[in-house]
């Protein structure tokens, strides 16, 4: 399965019982520190989301570090 993260290709090994979740995925690429957030397809996936959302071939996702300010 192949999807782009932040403008790059990444290969995925293929599902063998089931989809990758969200939560998986940043668990594969090492991304799980805090105030993390993604959209996927120009759409936001809230966090209560992560460990049912899964990831489809070709979808483009967008992770970016949340910061405060005012």
């Known amino acids: 399965m192949n999807i782009i993260v932040n403008d790059q290709t ?3 090994p ?3 019982n089931k989809p990758m979740t ?3 995925l940043l ?3 090492q991304r799980t520190q ?3 957030a993604l959209a996927i397809n120009q759409t936001i996936i809230p ?3 992560w460990d049912t959302h899964l ?3 070709g979808d ?3 992770l970016f570090q949340a910061i405060a300010g005012g």
């Open 10 to 12: 990444v290969t995925l």
């Open 14 to 16: 293929a599902p063998v």
């Open 22 to 24: 969200v939560q998986q």
């Open 27 to 29: 668990k594969h690429i």
């Open 34 to 36: 805090p105030g993390t």
């Open 47 to 49: 966090r209560s989301a």
């Open 55 to 57: 990831i489809n071939d």
């Open 60 to 62: 483009n996702i967008l």
